[in-house]
């Protein structure tokens, strides 16, 4: 049985900030945001946009392409990190702001940016399971990354939902639940306490803690995948190598110690063919936690200028905490021209000015205690605001 990503859809905030402008005013480099982290640009969203909008909106999208309504969805699993409630999960608001059928299991999964993947292996067991009855699993990974103004993490942040639809005979990218590879362990990289908006972080030790996951995962994948895996040069069949990208520099790094794994001595030569395309829309929109590997896939797609049909590609998923997951897919025939749109939205973002910026960055702060959010940003559904303790879309 073919089971994988049958459509993909995406929403991002329609304001984004320049790095380069950041940087002016944090008086540090440019070439340290924009070459150091390898980030161009990060999405801010306005205070009527949350992980619910984003999500919604993703959805939405990933229906709207692959040509089926809410009824065909079975499960639905929200993966996130930045929830707008302790127990009411993001995916309730989503079943009823996407009319998901009554009969559909939905929940959220919270791990860092683990979410969306856990959601995704959940939704190939439950096929694989025999379980969908013809039906299809919607994983939807929705966050928005923030970090406090003028801490290192701040060119790190980030915003926007991708959302997977997953079925038997996809028609994107076949994946592989079989030769899954898993690492877990309990680390204190990156955390964000119950009464925070933004995340604190330990972050060289984070960057360790990632390095670490990616030799972990490579060698469970390596024990599933028999004999072939084992043999120097293994990563030399895959036509592109996609990772979770916090920043474009954390995937030059990864590619570089997996490859020194396979015995590769010149990981660098690679980097720009295998890994490349994957980048594209990660670093003009940031780190989007959940969703960020599954942009990477959806940059692969929009931009890459090689034949990838029948190709092998790679996936690493890492969150903070930590587990990861390294896992292989084949690219379905025609996959590469359907989400050929998606540069030229992003092309078409407003650029806010570092002051726009940080007055959002702050509303969202005040906007939550008093409806409704000030500050349009033009998509539905919106957030409206909070009465009597209860959050309102429209
Ligand atoms: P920092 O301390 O400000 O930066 O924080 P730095 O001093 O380490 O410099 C960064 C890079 O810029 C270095 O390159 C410098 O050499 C270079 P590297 O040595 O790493 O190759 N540099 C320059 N390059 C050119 N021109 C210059 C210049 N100056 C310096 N003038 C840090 C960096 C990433 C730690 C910070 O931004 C941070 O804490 N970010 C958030 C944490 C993070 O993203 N961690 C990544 C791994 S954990 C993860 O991915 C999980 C996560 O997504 C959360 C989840 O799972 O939910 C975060």
């Known amino acids: 049985m073919k089971i994988g990503i049958d459509a993909l859809g995406l929403a991002v905030p329609d304001g984004y900030l320049d790095l380069a402008d950041l940087a002016r005013a944090r008086g540090v480099p440019e070439a340290k945001l924009t070459g150091g982290l390898g980030t161009l640009a990060m999405a801010v969203p306005t205070p009527d946009e949350d992980t619910v909008t984003l999500a919604v909106r993703a959805a939405k999208d990933a229906l709207a392409r692959a040509g089926v309504g809410p009824e065909a969805i079975g499960l639905c699993v929200v993966g996130t990190e930045t929830a707008v409630d302790?127990?009411?999960?993001?995916?309730?608001?989503v079943q009823g702001l996407v009319g998901l059928p009554s009969s559909c299991r939905i929940?959220?999964?919270?791990?860092?940016?683990?979410g969306g993947t856990a959601g995704l292996m959940t939704a190939l067991d439950w096929i694989a399971a025999g379980r969908a009855r013809g039906k299809k699993a919607l994983v939807i990974c929705a966050d928005i990354a923030r970090y406090g103004l003028g801490t290192p993490g701040e060119p790190t942040q980030?915003?926007?939902?991708?959302?997977?639809?997953?079925?038997?005979?996809?028609?994107?990218?076949?994946l592989d639940p079989e030769t899954v590879g898993t690492y877990s362990r309990d680390v204190m990289d990156?955390?964000?306490?119950?009464?925070?908006?933004?995340?604190?972080v330990d972050g060289h030790y984070s960057v360790q803690c990632y390095l670490d996951a990616i030799e972990g995962a490579f060698a469970s994948h390596r024990e599933k995948a028999g004999a072939i895996a084992s043999e120097p040069g293994y990563t030399d069949r895959f036509a592109a190598m996609l990772y979770h990208v916090p920043y474009?520099?954390?995937?030059?790094?990864?590619?570089?110690?997996?490859?020194q794994l396979d015995g590769d001595a010149d990981p660098d030569a690679s980097?720009?063919?295998l890994v490349g395309p994957s980048l594209e829309l990660p670093r003009i929109v940031g780190n989007v936690y959940t969703g960020s590997l599954y942009l990477a896939l959806a940059s692969l797609l929009a931009t890459s200028a090689r034949d990838l049909d029948g190709q092998e590609i790679l996936l690493f998923s890492y969150g903070s905490g930590c587990c990861a997951e390294l896992f292989?897919?084949?690219?379905?025939?025609?996959?590469?021209?359907?989400?050929?749109?998606?540069p030229a939205a992003l092309a078409a973002r407003r650029r806010l000015d570092v002051a726009e910026y940080e007055a959002l960055f702050r509303a969202r702060d005040e906007d939550e205690a008093e409806a409704p959010p000030r500050r349009p940003s033009g998509f539905s559904p919106r957030f409206l605001g909070v009465e009597d303790g209860k959050r309102r879309y429209g």
């Not at 302790?86 to 608001?93: D, L, N």
């Not at 990156?190 to 995340?199: I, V």
């Not at 474009?248 to 490859?259: F, V």
């Not at 292989?328 to 021209?337: D, F, L, S």
């Open 190 to 200: 990156f955390w964000r306490p119950l009464d925070s908006k933004d995340a604190l």
């Open 271 to 273: 980097f720009d063919r």
């Open 328 to 342: 292989t897919g084949r690219i379905e025939p025609g996959a590469r021209g359907a989400l050929a749109d998606v």
């Open 86 to 93: 302790h127990s009411k999960p993001v995916a309730s608001f």
């Open 158 to 174: 980030g915003a926007g939902a991708v959302a997977l639809l997953v079925s038997e005979d996809p028609r994107l990218v076949t």
């Open 248 to 259: 474009g520099k954390m995937a030059r790094k990864a590619h570089a110690r997996l490859r």
């Open 107 to 114: 929940f959220e999964a919270k791990h860092a940016c683990f």
